[in-house]
């Protein structure tokens, strides 16, 4: 049998508990200058996720840890 290997594309989120969320490069730097806590975690949805469906997943997680 002749199997296809599909490979699943994700894309990582950084996120902090007031639901703000945004790229991981980009929180890096916004906390390297001072603008955000360091204290956001990471999340990984589909790469074409809509980023509605990622804001309602974030605050999901954001409530799950508090």
Do not use: I, R
């Given at each position: 049998m002749?199997?296809?290997?599909?490979?699943?594309t994700t894309k990582k989120v950084a996120y902090w508990r007031d639901?703000?969320?945004t790229d991981?490069?980009?929180a890096n730097l916004a906390v390297?200058?001072?603008a955000f806590s360091a204290d956001y975690r990471i999340a990984e949805f589909p790469a074409d996720a809509?980023?509605?469906?990622i804001d309602k997943e974030v605050l999901l997680l954001v409530q799950a840890t508090t």
């Open positions: 002749d199997t296809m290997n599909t490979e699943t639901g703000f969320w991981p490069e980009s390297q200058v001072g809509d980023p509605a469906l």
